[in-house]
């Protein structure tokens, strides 16, 4: 963004109407770039922040949400998965309309882009707008040949060995049929079936969160005997590329995929006027929790198709089609309880439980609460919300729920509430481990301390700990993380860092039992003997690891790669920086310095009040000093760092260059040794440069260096200066 955003929370609608057009034509280029040309042109932190901000609002304004939004698309450009296919027409989507008066606009432009008179007839279509995943079905000589996804409406992806598994698809065509004929519409699940699935699913512990992302998933699976089990339908409302003319209307044309064998949509009418295009609105409005299936508007159409020829495009949606979507939901119910959830990264995340109610035809027992200000009823900025008013136990809250969007609390109602009532006390407690909750200054978050020992946090906390710039053990991916977490089985069980250590002992130590082999690594499907012996040669690899290393792995809170860098430099050993940080106490008020452990700490370099906390939170907790003893007892040993350069050294912070061959060390070393003694090491020489170290041969660098006035030592000399023997 070239100009300085404006806040979410000062955004019209009509601005954030704009706003979330841009950001799905900006977001759809980046994942185009990023998946399909394997050439992007931001970085992802970047392109995180448009996410961000393109959910931000469509939080805020839910019946914003766009069919193309970036945050419904399921696998953004088509992914490697599938194989790609060109659209021969491609899948616009449709304008969006959210009011009366937008209705009347619509169909005024249409007239005048027609120059048709007050009193001339025009009809329009109107029928439910489903909320599917639209799709594209090709038939060649009147056989099935490929089924596309819409994708970013150019390119989509190839699907058609799972679309060929949903009976009520037609393979074949009757012969009435053109030779080429694309027929477009919505795969879609009921609700019902959807519910079902859920059920069947639920031991798999993958669901989905509504019909649109079931349909969705079900149909991108990989192999087509899961898509065969999973209960998807399909509308036809549309059409691509034909041979020759289907019919002359709309309607018409819909008819005849209805004879073809195609499922089209007995809401479908037509319309003479705007009146009646509104009453129709309103009748599929108040059928819609009846309805079996989601949908969220009705869709306009023009009737006549040389009408829809004539007014044509423009850039992502026709002129002859509209969408108009119901508004937000919203309804009334009782908060019986809050619960609290914690995330994967500790977060702790209030959820309203609540008396059943149906929201837009969904029941709603749920609801999101953002964050502990928000029931207090202050605002992101500190400003009130709600007039100031909190939420309790016992309210009757006003819940809203759009599309895709996790239900929320709106307001309450202050009449209703019950006398006895009190204000919700936040947990400083992890619900799931019992380790202090903490909240830092300026974040909305508070946050779980327990890290290692969270088990709502594990899987990613061992993720974390094996990743590549900490123990970077191989062979343990997420998969085989969920995997070895999930098990109940004693000699397979990882559900802390110190279990990977023993993992090898454990699965050594199976008696020969038929039993006990049912716990060997090695018969576990995707393991085999080959990648077990890999597995235990990496792990054992790595018992022997930096310092720094393992301290990035603990995931202290604020304890990155540098920080964790700087610490280990500092102490040397991991005795030292335990020792201190267990004795550390931060000041406990203004003027209070805190004692000579915690001066220490933020005396390291780089290292300030917020990281310095977060360290001695972390040995604070039991829990964690455990974590870490266990790692030690299961043979980890962090490894002590070298001294790194007193200041004193002679050649602290001076720019030093090699040049020419070394022969009592290797470049690499005398870089290392260099560094170790507080010099930058530098490839060419400048007139930054303070020394050059010059052996046999030394060519253009030692020219420089002697016309630039610079000093020039031979390896011996080196030693010399910097004390150590040569
Ligand atoms: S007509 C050229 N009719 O809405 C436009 N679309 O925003 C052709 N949709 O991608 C689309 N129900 O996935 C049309 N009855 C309906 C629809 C419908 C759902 C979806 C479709 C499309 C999106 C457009």
């Known amino acids: 963004m070239s100009k300085?955003?404006?806040?979410?929370?000062?955004?019209?609608?009509?601005?954030?109407?704009?706003?979330?057009?841009?950001?799905?034509?900006?977001?759809?280029?980046?994942?185009?770039?990023?998946?399909?040309?394997?050439?992007?042109?931001?970085?992802?932190?970047?392109?995180?922040?448009?996410?961000?901000?393109?959910?931000?609002?469509?939080?805020?304004?839910?019946?914003?949400?766009?069919?193309?939004?970036?945050?419904?698309?399921?696998?953004?450009?088509?992914?490697?998965?599938?194989?790609?296919?060109?659209?021969?027409?491609?899948?616009?989507?449709?304008?969006?309309?959210?009011?009366d008066e937008d209705v009347v606009d619509f169909v005024t432009s249409v007239r005048r882009f027609l120059s048709l008179s007050a009193d001339a007839e025009l009809v329009f279509t109107a029928e439910p707008k489903i909320d599917g995943l639209s799709m594209s079905l090709r038939y060649e000589q009147r056989r099935l040949v490929t089924a596309a996804t819409r994708g970013d409406g150019t390119t989509g992806e190839n699907v058609t060995a799972n679309i060929r598994t949903i009976g009520e698809i037609p393979q074949q065509l009757p012969k009435d049929a053109p030779d080429i004929v694309e027929v477009r519409g919505e795969v879609y699940m009921r609700r019902d079936d959807f519910l079902d699935l859920q059920k069947r699913m639920a031991e798999t512990g993958q669901t989905f969160a509504n019909p649109r992302n079931s349909a969705a998933g079900s149909l991108r699976q990989k192999n087509p005997e899961v898509t065969k089990s999973r209960p998807l339908k399909f509308f036809a409302y549309a059409w691509g590329e034909t041979s020759e003319p289907l019919g002359t209307t709309q309607y018409d044309v819909v008819r005849r995929f209805a004879d073809w064998g195609f499922r089209v949509n007995d809401q479908m009418v037509r319309c003479k006027s705007t009146e009646e295009l509104l009453r129709h609105y309103r009748e599929i409005e108040a059928e819609r929790a009846e309805l079996p299936y989601d949908i969220d508007g009705v869709v306009y159409k023009v009737d006549r198709l040389d009408l829809q020829e004539r007014l044509g495009f423009r850039s992502r949606s026709p002129r002859w089609a509209t969408a108009h979507k119901f508004p937000a939901e919203k309804a009334t119910t009782v908060l019986t309880a809050i619960d609290i959830q914690v995330g994967r990264t500790g977060a702790l995340t209030p959820v309203a439980r609540l008396e059943p109610v149906t929201v837009?035809?969904?029941?709603?027992?749920?609801?999101?609460?953002?964050?502990?200000?928000?029931?207090?009823?202050?605002?992101?900025?500190?400003?009130?919300?709600?007039?100031?008013?909190?939420?309790?136990?016992?309210?009757?809250?006003?819940?809203?729920?759009?599309?895709?969007?996790?239900?929320?609390?709106?307001?309450?109602?202050?009449?209703?509430?019950?006398?006895?009532?009190?204000?919700?006390?936040?947990?400083?407690?992890?619900?799931?481990?019992?380790?202090?909750?903490?909240?830092?200054?300026?974040?909305?978050?508070?946050?779980?301390?327990?890290?290692?020992?969270?088990?709502?946090?594990?899987?990613?906390?061992?993720?974390?700990?094996?990743?590549?710039?900490?123990?970077?053990?191989?062979?343990?991916?997420?998969?085989?993380?969920?995997?070895?977490?999930?098990?109940?089985?004693?000699?397979?069980?990882?559900?802390?860092?110190?279990?990977?250590?023993?993992?090898?002992?454990?699965?050594?130590?199976?008696?020969?039992?038929?039993?006990?082999?049912?716990?060997?690594?090695?018969?576990?499907?995707?393991?085999?003997?080959?990648?077990?012996?890999?597995l235990f040669d990496a792990i054992d690899a790595r018992r022997k690891v930096d310092l720094s290393r393992f301290l990035f792995a603990l995931g202290i809170r604020h304890i990155g790669e540098t920080n964790a860098k700087r610490l280990a430099r500092h102490f040397l050993s991991f005795d030292k920086l335990r020792t201190v940080a267990e004795a550390a106490k931060p000041p406990e008020g203004k003027g209070d310095p805190g004692n000579a452990e915690w001066q220490e700490i933020v005396g390291v370099n780089g290292i300030g009040g917020i990281v310095a906390e977060a360290l001695v939170d972390f040995f604070a907790e039991e829990h964690n000093r455990e974590a870490v003893e266990a790692l030690l007892a299961a043979g980890v040993t962090p490894q002590d760092e070298e001294p790194v350069a007193d200041v004193s050294s002679p050649v602290a912070g001076k720019t030093v260059v090699f040049t020419g061959s070394l022969e009592k060390m290797s470049r690499d070393e005398a870089k290392a040794m260099a560094e170790r003694l507080g010099a930058k090491v530098a490839g060419s020489v400048s007139k930054k440069t303070d020394l050059v170290v010059a052996g046999p041969g030394a060519g253009s660098k030692l020219k420089q260096a002697t016309e630039l006035g610079i000093e020039v030592i031979d390896e011996d000399q080196w030693f010399e200066r910097v004390g150590k023997p040569g």
């Open 4 to 99: 300085p955003a404006t806040p979410v929370e000062s955004l019209t609608q009509e601005e954030a109407a704009a706003e979330l057009a841009r950001l799905a034509d900006e977001i759809a280029g980046h994942d185009r770039r990023y998946h399909a040309e394997d050439a992007p042109t931001v970085s992802d932190a970047e392109y995180d922040a448009l996410k961000l901000r393109n959910a931000q609002i469509e939080a805020r304004f839910p019946e914003l949400i766009r069919d193309d939004s970036p945050s419904r698309r399921v696998g953004a450009a088509p992914s490697a998965t599938f194989a790609q296919v060109r659209h021969s027409r491609p899948m616009l989507s449709l304008d969006n309309v959210f009011s």
């Open 360 to 534: 837009g035809g969904v029941v709603v027992v749920n609801a999101t609460l953002h964050n502990e200000d928000y029931i207090k009823g202050i605002g992101n900025k500190g400003e009130p919300i709600r007039e100031g008013r909190d939420i309790r136990i016992g309210d009757t809250v006003i819940v809203q729920r759009a599309g895709d969007v996790i239900p929320q609390i709106l307001d309450i109602l202050p009449e209703k509430r019950p006398r006895d009532s009190v204000p919700y006390v936040f947990p400083d407690r992890c619900p799931a481990c019992d380790s202090h909750a903490v909240r830092e200054e300026g974040e909305a978050v508070r946050r779980c301390t327990g890290g290692l020992i969270c088990p709502a946090q594990a899987v990613e906390r061992i993720r974390h700990f094996v990743s590549r710039n900490a123990f970077d053990i191989e062979g343990l991916g997420e998969k085989q993380i969920e995997f070895f977490f999930n098990t109940d089985k004693e000699a397979l069980k990882i559900s802390t860092p110190a279990d990977i250590f023993t993992l090898k002992r454990r699965q050594e130590s199976l008696p020969a039992t038929l039993e006990a082999s049912l716990e060997k690594l090695e018969k576990i499907d995707g393991f085999g003997a080959v990648s077990v012996k890999k």
